[in-house]
């Protein structure tokens, strides 16, 4: 199993350091990355959390997905892969 999870419907005022806190409850974290609009550097509302096992990254989704952060419910799943797009210039 994959141990890399995309996480969606992430409130604006939490930060990396936040999201991190809440996913280190169930298990080790490796990274983590909010992705952000690269014209405001505001976030975009979803992220990305990368687990030390994959045992670790399943016990996040039966834990977290769903769950309220802030007032939104967290969506919580295994990441897919990046297909690659043609560059738009």
């Not at 992705?35 to 989704?61: H, L």
């Not at 419910?73 to 797009?85: F, H, T």
Request: with cysteine; proline share 1%; glycine share 14%.
């Amino acid at each position: 199993m994959s141990n890399k999870l995309y996480v969606g419907n992430i409130s604006w005022g939490l930060d990396e350091t936040g999201l991190e806190g809440i996913f280190a409850e169930f298990g080790g974290v490796q990274s983590v990355k909010i992705i952000k609009d690269r014209d405001s550097g505001r976030s975009k509302g979803f992220g990305f959390v990368e687990m030390t096992s994959g045992d670790d990254a399943q016990n996040c989704i039966e834990n977290l997905d769903g769950k309220e952060v802030d007032g939104r419910q967290l969506r919580v799943n295994i990441a897919k892969e990046r297909e690659e797009r043609p560059r738009r210039f």
